[in-house]
Each structure stands twice: as structure tokens, then as C-alpha cells.
């Protein structure tokens, strides 16, 4: 038989409020939940079936800490994350089990930049002040960027701690988003993932 562990999304609610872990149904094993500001989230060991029944135990959640820092690159036993200093995005991941860098450091555009361009033209974005701050929970470490000004405002970087897997997170904000006036050129903006021949991104949500 086999095991893994699986991360389950928990909503925040009134249904919800004051709850700290999920306790498995069968096994009576508790998982901590970490808090953001929309929802939350346990990593929670599934049986070889791959469906379990949790339940909620209420009780004072694990407190996970939000801190300004300088450091632009973290870790965990899976891999190690490194972002640009100058706008956030990704300058290196190593993946830590092959020792292997997944993302291709000699590409136009790096790992998580954001491109816009009107038309067939690339169009230069303004400098923003840029600032990190660091989350450390009992689910996973992540680094958040803000962007002062910017119409990508926020970026987050999670790393799991018994999870293989990175997560990131960009928010836009429409309201920044510039206007072309009076043209029949498309506005596009997209996001940049060059990775070495190899390297896989399972899954992607939007």
C-alpha cells in the first residue's frame, strides 16, 4: 500500500472561525491549519485509497508570522527558491532531491514576469519600489512582494514543508491596468516560464 500527503483547502467562514487543525475521522490524527487572509490549508497524510474524512477541532491556531525582510531566497527539504532583488521574479530553482536548476537563467524573460505588449510590441514597465516580507506557518514558509504603484501589485512564493511543490500566487489589479486608446491592437499581458528541456510544470490554476 501506499501514503502521501496531500494539502486540503479550508474556507474561511462563520463555519469555520476558531477552528485549528483537521482531525482525521479513522486515524484521530490531528493536521494544523495555516491561515491566510482568504482561506486555509492543512497537509493532511491520505490513505492508500486516497479519500479520508476530516473533521474540525476548534482551539487556538498555530500563528504563523508575517515579517518584513531583506532576504530574497528561501527553502525547504524539496527545493530551494531565489527571486530577483529588482521586481520579484524567479532567478533560481533548485530542485534540492537531483540537485538539478529547473529554471533557465539564460532566457529573455525570467521565471514569473510578468511581459505586456500592444500589438507585436514589448513595452517597457515602469520601476517600482519593491518589498519583501517573509511568512513562516506550520504548513509552509513563502516570501510576498509587494509592488508600490504597480498593476501586479502582490506576488507570493510558498514553499510546503512535507509537500513537494511550489506555489505561486500573483494578483493583478485591473483598476492599474493601462488603457491603449484609440487603437485596434491587442493588450496582452502574460506571464514568463522558461524552464530547462526536462523540467515539468504538473499543474497550473488561474
Not at 485549528?20 to 486515524?27: E, K, V
Not at 490531528?30 to 476548534?58: C, H, K, M, N, T
Not at 500589438?119 to 514597465?125: H, L, T
Not at 519593491?130 to 510576498?144: I, Q
Request: charged share 25%.
Amino acid at each position: 500500500s501506499w501514503s502521501a500527503t496531500a494539502l486540503v483547502s479550508v474556507p474561511k467562514s462563520a463555519d469555520w472561525a476558531g477552528v485549528s487543525a483537521l482531525c482525521d475521522a479513522t486515524s484521530g490524527k490531528e493536521y494544523a491549519i495555516q491561515w491566510s487572509e482568504d482561506a486555509g490549508v492543512a497537509a493532511a497524510s491520505l490513505p492508500p485509497a486516497g479519500v479520508a474524512v476530516f473533521e474540525p477541532v476548534r482551539g487556538e491556531a498555530a500563528p504563523a508570522s508575517l515579517q518584513p525582510t531583506t532576504s530574497v531566497a528561501f527553502e525547504n527539504k524539496f527545493y530551494r527558491l531565489e527571486l530577483r532583488g529588482s521586481d520579484g521574479a524567479v532567478a533560481h530553482l533548485i530542485d534540492r532531491e537531483s540537485g538539478k536548476e529547473i529554471v533557465n537563467t539564460a532566457a529573455r524573460d525570467a521565471f514569473n514576469q510578468l511581459v505586456r505588449a500592444v500589438g507585436y510590441e514589448r513595452v517597457a514597465r515602469s520601476e517600482n519600489e519593491v518589498a519583501f516580507r517573509a511568512v513562516r506557518g506550520p504548513v509552509y514558509d513563502a516570501l510576498v512582494v509587494h509592488r508600490t504603484a504597480s498593476y501586479e501589485p502582490i506576488s507570493e512564493y510558498r514553499l510546503y514543508h512535507n509537500v513537494k511543490r511550489v506555489e505561486i500566487r500573483n494578483l493583478l489589479d485591473r483598476s492599474r491596468l493601462p488603457i491603449v486608446a484609440g487603437g485596434d491592437k491587442p493588450n496582452i499581458y502574460q506571464f514568463c516560464f522558461p524552464m530547462f528541456t526536462g523540467a515539468a510544470i504538473e499543474s497550473r490554476q488561474y
